[in-house]
């Protein structure tokens, strides 16, 4: 579970969240998650936190954790300014797809 998390875990930021934002990530085969972006630092369910970096150009996002591989997730379209409710197909490196949604934003 933790490498899906890491996985799929969030990039259809198109910039370094600023503010907490919460995404919730469904793959195609009914699983979800929700994942918390805050200051480059993403946030799982279980407490655990990993490092990510995203690159703009490309829509990918990678995650960073001690002892393990990048994970990361590119997104069909990046969106500079989220809202609550936006939604963004996504595919990890691993071939994994499904929908990303923005389900809150604090500041």
């Known amino acids: 579970?933790?490498?899906?998390i890491l996985g799929v875990a969030v990039a259809f930021i198109?910039?370094?969240v600023m503010?907490?934002?919460t995404i919730e990530f469904k793959r195609d085969s009914g699983e979800t998650v929700a994942v918390t972006l805050s200051e480059g630092t993403a946030t799982m369910?279980?407490?655990?936190?990993a490092t990510y970096t995203y690159?703009?150009?490309t829509n990918k996002m990678c995650f960073q954790t001690d002892g393990q591989d990048d994970r990361c997730v590119t997104?069909?379209?990046s969106n500079p300014e989220p809202m609550v409710g936006d939604t963004v197909r996504y595919e990890t490196g691993e071939g994994v797809t499904g929908t990303a949604t923005v389900?809150?934003?604090s500041e």
């Open 1 to 4: 579970m933790r490498k899906l």
């Open 14 to 16: 198109a910039a370094p």
């Open 19 to 21: 503010a907490a934002t």
């Open 45 to 49: 369910p279980d407490g655990s936190t």
């Open 55 to 57: 690159d703009a150009e």
């Open 75 to 77: 997104f069909a379209e």
């Open 103 to 105: 389900t809150a934003i």
